[in-house]
């Protein structure tokens, strides 16, 4: 009895580290792209990137880089693509950098003709108020059409974002804790 005590234990504690480790989610800057100067060819800019995804506290960005630097900067030195006083500077051509407030966060590249190329990003982080209390969808009148808001000539499938991984691993990862649970009890 006293090991299926320990080995619950042990299960429970992994299950809590998991469900940790769910709270934040890894975003890979420019998809597979990376963070490189754009060419005129990219099929999107970061502020797109950024603009299709929803960024919380303790999510990280993952900057993937050669020959570059990714220099966390002030809003105008952002807009002016200064790169002689950043807040931060990383050059290990692998960086990852982890949001540990909401608010916004300006990212350039430490060369500067890339930043006046493109390469820079302004990333949102979501305060927790704004991922507990959504808003509520628009009555059908409000929309002003008989679909009811709903454009029915785009048949694309509803993209994935980041909240909407985390909420699928969290569920598993609570249905995996109450098995821990159910066969705690009944061993």
């Known amino acids: 009895m006293a090991s299926a005590a320990i080995t619950f234990k042990i299960l429970l504690l992994s299950a809590l580290f998991a469900a940790v480790l769910v709270n934040s989610y890894r975003f890979e800057v420019g998809d597979e792209r990376g963070w490189t100067k754009p060419t005129g060819k990219d099929p999107m800019s970061y502020n797109q990137w950024a603009g299709r995804n929803r960024f919380h506290i303790g999510d990280t960005v993952y900057f993937k880089y050669q020959n570059d630097s990714v220099l966390v900067v002030t809003s105008a030195d952002y807009l002016n693509c200064n ?51 959504p808003e509520p969808a628009p009555s059908p009148q409000a929309t002003g059409g008989d679909g009811g808001g709903w454009d029915s000539s785009n048949w ?32």
């Open 156 to 187: 694309e499938p509803l993209g994935f974002n980041s909240t909407t991984k985390l909420s699928v691993v969290s569920y598993l990862m609570t249905v995996l804790a109450g098995v821990f649970v159910v066969l705690y009890l009944f061993m």
């Open 83 to 133: 790169t002689s006083n950043p807040i931060s500077k990383f050059e290990d051509g692998e960086t990852v950098f982890q949001f540990d407030h909401s608010g916004f966060f300006y990212f350039i590249s430490g060369q500067a003709d890339h930043c006046k190329a493109g390469q820079k990003i302004i990333i949102r982080v979501m305060h927790p108020s704004e991922v507990e209390s």
